[in-house]
């Protein structure tokens, strides 16, 4: 079973749009200050609306370095395709299963070699 690279490019290009639009509603809410978003009418909240927009921030910020990642290795997967090293395993060379790209259009590497990376 071959790889469709046109398919899978294209699930690549439809999946960083749509992180691309998670990461700017991320920007955009940790672009507002903790004052505004516990101090609307100027008066002094309580330690507890400061401490959950402080959480709700460093929770924003997860989510947004973890989108970074997967951008990063959505963009990576793309120009693998553009460079004809698409589907083959990082590690040992050999073509990454079909089924796996097709659940992963992402995978550097084969099944095998992952597992064997996840144990060390």
Do not use: F
């Not at 998670?22 to 909240?45: K, V």
């Not at 089924?99 to 597992?115: G, N, Q, S, Y």
């Amino acid at each position: 079973m071959s790889v469709d690279r046109e398919q899978a490019r294209e699930r690549l290009l439809a999946e960083r749009e749509r992180v691309v639009g998670e990461l700017d509603d991320l920007q955009e809410d940790l672009g507002r200050s903790i004052e505004d978003a516990t101090d609307e009418d100027g008066i002094d909240t309580h330690l507890g609306d400061s401490a959950s927009e402080t959480l709700d921030r460093e929770m924003e910020q997860s989510l947004g370095d973890n989108a970074e990642a997967l951008l990063a290795s959505i963009d990576a997967a793309l120009a693998r395709i553009g460079d004809g090293t698409y589907g083959i395993c990082t590690r040992c060379g050999e073509q990454i299963d079909a089924a796996r790209l097709d659940a992963l259009p992402r995978a550097l590497k084969c099944i095998e070699c992952k597992r064997l990376e996840e144990r060390a």
